[in-house]
């Protein structure tokens, strides 16, 4: 009985690679991703960050604030390794809001405690062409409790295509991708 269970398991764990599943993200049969953890996502690798204000930009950025990127670790490390993105890979882009202020320390941007959570994940397997798929979680979905998300359509996509320096990931603003 207990080797029945355990070839039951070992077979559905089988299945559920082949169908293209990663252990660090979570989607459905229908490509809706699970909401990202930053209590997870902060400990992957760490490869840069941007910050971006609607002052510099005639007041209407598309995603205002600070940006940190965080990969998660084995698709870092067979990128390292290899030079290329395994299917698998999930990348996150934190966005936190921000507003001008003055501190102790200085004039600056600081954050406000809001953010939304931009995601790209590759499986060449499940999506076509590079194999890449797109979620957005916006700051106030989140605090509406929203957990799941469909892949995002072709204008994330196309700014990527076109703009960044490989696979689509924009390789060219992160200082860890970038070390010789
Ligand atoms: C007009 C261009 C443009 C559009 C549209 C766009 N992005 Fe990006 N994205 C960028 C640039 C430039 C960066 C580089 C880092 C930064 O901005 O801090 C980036 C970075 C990212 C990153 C970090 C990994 C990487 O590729 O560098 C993720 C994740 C991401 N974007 C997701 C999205 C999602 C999801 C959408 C659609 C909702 C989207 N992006 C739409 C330009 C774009």
Not at 23 to 50: C, F, M
Request: proline letters at 6%.
């Amino acid at each position: 009985m207990k080797r029945f269970v355990f070839l039951l398991l070992s077979g559905s764990l089988l299945i559920a690679w082949q169908a293209g599943k990663s252990p660090h993200y979570e989607l459905s049969a229908s490509n809706e991703l699970t909401r990202p953890d930053p209590s997870v996502y902060r400990k992957w690798q760490y490869i840069g960050s941007s910050v971006v204000p609607n002052e510099m930009n005639s007041g209407k950025a598309i995603f205002p604030g600070i940006h940190h990127v965080y990969v998660d670790p084995d698709s870092y490390r067979a990128h390292r390794d290899k030079g290329a993105w395994p299917d698998g890979t999930i990348v996150i882009m934190e966005v936190q809001h921000i507003q001008e202020k003055e501190t102790v320390g200085g004039f600056g941007y600081f954050t406000t405690g809001a953010m939304d959570i931009l995601v790209q994940l590759k499986d060449r397997r499940v999506f076509p062409g590079n194999g890449w798929s797109y979620y957005l979680y916006r700051d106030k979905d989140i605090k509406a409790g929203k957990t799941v998300a469909a892949p995002e359509d072709a204008r994330c996509t196309s700014c990527h295509q076109s703009a960044a320096e490989e696979d689509e990931l924009f390789k060219q603003y992160y200082p860890e991708l970038r070390k010789p």
